[in-house]
């Protein structure tokens, strides 16, 4: 069992930056996969980044080049630095562990946070 909680969301103008951080508890942090997604109100939620345990990242094509995942296995956090924010960035930004393989999909993860809300005024 994994308990995630995501902190650092906020209000933010378009070219600023935010830094998302998950906080995990319970199992043993290390060996699971962790991914950030995101969420607006009456659409799915959608892949934004992952890392897996060894350290190979994935980033969905919309954030390359202004996101980055970042993970403290003896904090047993998993951070997402976004720069160059974007008024499309705005989202409840959800942290997920999966002890599967690296996955960009919301069925390859098993726990999920309750979502920090990212808001990017134009």
């Known amino acids: 069992q994994v308990q995630l909680v995501e902190s650092g969301g906020g209000l933010v103008q378009a070219g600023g930056s935010l830094r998302l951080s998950c906080a995990a508890s319970?199992?043993?942090?290390?060996?699971?996969?962790m991914g950030w997604f995101r969420q607006v109100p009456g659409k799915e939620r959608t892949f934004v980044a992952a890392?897996?345990?060894?350290?190979?990242?994935m980033y969905a094509d919309s954030v390359k080049g202004r996101f980055t995942i970042s993970r403290d296995n003896a904090k047993r956090t998993v951070d997402l630095q976004m720069n160059s924010l974007k008024p499309e960035d705005t989202a409840v930004y959800s942290c997920?562990?999966?002890?599967?393989?690296?996955?960009?999909?919301?069925?390859?993860?098993?726990?999920w946070g309750q979502g920090t809300q990212v808001t990017v005024s134009s």
């Open positions: 890392i897996s345990a060894s350290g190979s990242i």
């Open positions: 997920a562990a999966s002890w599967l393989g690296i996955s960009t999909t919301v069925d390859g993860y098993r726990y």
């Open positions: 319970g199992s043993t942090f290390s060996v699971y996969v």
